[in-house]
């Protein structure tokens, strides 16, 4: 089990097309990403997403200070993760 470190933020504007605009208030979320590791670095080798691997580090996510978040932000160990077919 793992947690996925993103951010939110509510905004209001245009979120449609030109055809069908959607204009509003709407909450925008992302995924933080990072430097990939040995183990996804073959499969994207740009980024892969920021895990927080356990419930400490997701409730340092959340809770944390700035500083403390940001320590979180980097790849996880190449043990951490298992390629499945």
């Known amino acids: 089990m793992f947690y996925f470190a ?3 933020r509510s905004w209001t504007g245009d979120r449609g097309t030109k055809a069908k605009p959607n204009v509003g208030n709407h909450v925008l979320f992302s995924f933080l990403t990072t430097e990939p590791n040995a183990v996804v670095a073959p499969i994207h080798s740009k980024a892969m997403p920021v ?9 340092q996510w959340l809770n944390g200070s700035d500083a403390e978040a940001l ?7 190449n043990d951490a993760i ?3 077919e």
């Open 6 to 8: 993103g951010i939110w």
């Open 51 to 59: 895990l927080l691997r356990d419930k400490a580090a997701a409730d």
């Open 71 to 77: 320590q979180l932000q980097k790849a996880a160990p």
């Open 82 to 84: 298992v390629l499945v």
